[in-house]
């Protein structure tokens, strides 16, 4: 990269070990774009106010887009010895257009400069996952509308529990998709906010018109203290906790279907093209996908701690620690787009076998609670008909039946309220119809969740 800038305090050329090391050009050069666009925002306004002259604010600005322009085409490769993006751009600026170039960087610092990049960079990064995410849960929904009858077992401790559909056990899943959505709308907020202007930290003595820049490049409104405007990170905090959760979900997703798509469930077969073999064992069809998913959780959530270590003990303002943001926050959202790009489509091709479901679901004594219910319904306390049913599964399990072909005379010599009609009002079909109650598994609930959530979805796009 030659003489360095600050070359004038030095009486020394900077290690060759220091230089590699302090270097961020590796993985800040993704924020080519935000820094040409950035720069050529705060040119148009040093022109506006008369800080630099007008001719050479548009000779920046032209030089400017000729760097985007050949950095786009792949005519002009990154430096990688340049010590970051910032510095890249403003050398080369200068290479191309002589001592205007030199004026560039007028009432700004490094500090500001690399605030609003990452700004700018994630405020492009968050509609993208919003966008993916969005799409799971229109194609979670779209399964869910195909499978309001297909009856399965809801569990508690992975224990079988009571009757559900496959359509209200996703409809879950998109609730927390929604909630995902909240968080990233939320999140950007509060990147959207302009932090230029606010120098190395103590703001500038030029005129400078930070509105201007502010409406130039399409942010809310601008950062109201200097000190926090080049020392605050927690929009990235956010973001990495933002995608943790959304993480989170799609890990917990995955794990159901890790076990859904083993023989000892078999509710769900994955598409071939998004399973894998085994390189010994000819029989196996893997999971791998939802595997990755559930490991790769797990690095998103060791970004998140590493912004939130890595800012802990910083005093204000600026401190060059700080430059250990851009490679958490950018793998957390690598990470996560990656794991929806591929969960979307393998989602949208795995066969529901929905025998398999309700055969589970038949098993367990999933009806249960039902036998007891139906007792309170002619009038037992809860209590004492959740007993006799309690004593009727033991019953069911010394004799290999189940509640379903338990004859009436062993009903009836436990309690002589129990009747015939007991059958209808513990088949599988009855406990689902039943629970209407909003957000319950019957479908015109599971009906009325989809309406809601396509217009939650709507609103939050
Ligand atoms: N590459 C640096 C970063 O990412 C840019 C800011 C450098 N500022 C400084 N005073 N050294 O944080």
Same mark, same amino acid.
């Given at each position: 990269m030659g003489t360095k800038m600050w070359a004038g305090r030095f009486t020394k050329e900077t290690d060759e070990r220091v230089n590699d090391f302090n270097s961020s050009i590796s993985f800040d050069a993704r924020m080519y774009k935000q820094d040409i666009e950035g720069s050529v925002a705060h040119a148009t306004m040093l022109g506006e106010c008369g800080i630099i002259e007008k001719a050479e604010s548009e000779k920046i600005i032209q030089g400017l887009k000729g760097i985007l322009a050949d950095i786009e085409s792949g005519k002009l490769q990154f430096d990688p010895t340049a010590e970051d993006i910032h510095m890249f751009n403003e050398a080369e600026l200068t290479a191309r257009i002589g001592d205007a170039g030199k004026r560039l960087h007028t009432a700004r610092s490094r500090n500001d400069q690399v605030a609003l990049d990452i700004r700018m960079y994630l405020r492009d990064e968050i509609p993208v996952i919003k966008k993916l995410t969005a799409e799971l849960a229109e194609t979670l929904m779209r399964l869910a509308e195909k499978n309001l009858t297909t009856v399965m077992p809801g569990y508690t401790h992975l224990q079988r529990a009571q009757p559900i559909t496959f359509a209200h056990h996703l409809m879950a899943y998109v609730q927390m998709l929604l909630r995902d959505l909240g968080r990233l709308n939320d999140t950007y907020k509060r990147t959207n906010i302009m932090p230029l202007g606010s120098g190395a930290l103590a703001s500038t003595t030029y005129p400078i018109n930070r509105q201007r820049v502010c409406d130039l490049l399409g942010f809310d409104e601008i950062t109201q203290n200097s000190l926090d405007g080049v020392s605050d990170r927690d929009f990235c905090i956010e973001l990495a906790s933002a995608l943790s959760v959304l993480m989170?979900?799609?890990?917990r997703f995955s794990e159901e279907i890790v076990l859904w798509c083993s023989w000892e469930f +078999?509710?769900?077969?994955?598409d071939d093209a998004y399973a894998t073999g085994s390189s010994i064992m000819p029989q196996k069809k893997n999971p791998d996908v939802t595997e990755l998913i559930r490991g790769k959780t797990g690095r998103v959530y060791g970004d998140l #701690? #590493?912004?939130? #270590?890595?800012? +802990?003990?910083l005093s204000l303002a600026y401190n060059k620690d700080m430059q250990e943001d851009k490679e958490a926050v950018f793998d957390a959202i690598d990470t996560t787009k990656l794991c929806l790009t591929t969960f979307i489509p393998m989602i949208d091709t795995m066969k529901v076998i929905p025998e398999n479901m309700r055969a589970a679901a038949a098993k367990g004594f999933i009806n249960a609670t039902d036998c007891a219910d139906y007792l309170v319904k002619k009038g037992l306390p809860f209590r004492d008909a959740y007993k006799i049913t309690g004593t009727?599964?033991? #019953?069911?399990?010394? +004799?290999g039946l189940t509640l379903e072909t338990l004859p009436i005379e062993e009903y009836k010599a436990l309690c002589d309220t129990f009747d015939e009609d007991v059958y209808e009002a513990i088949s599988l079909e009855t406990c689902v119809m039943q629970r209407k109650a909003a957000g319950g598994p019957a479908p015109e609930s599971v009906k009325a969740q989809i309406e809601y959530s396509k217009k939650a979805l709507e609103a939050l796009k």
């Open positions: 989170m979900h799609l890990s +078999k509710f769900i077969e994955l #701690t #590493t912004l939130l #270590t890595m800012m +802990k003990g009727l599964v033991h #019953t069911c399990i010394e +004799k």
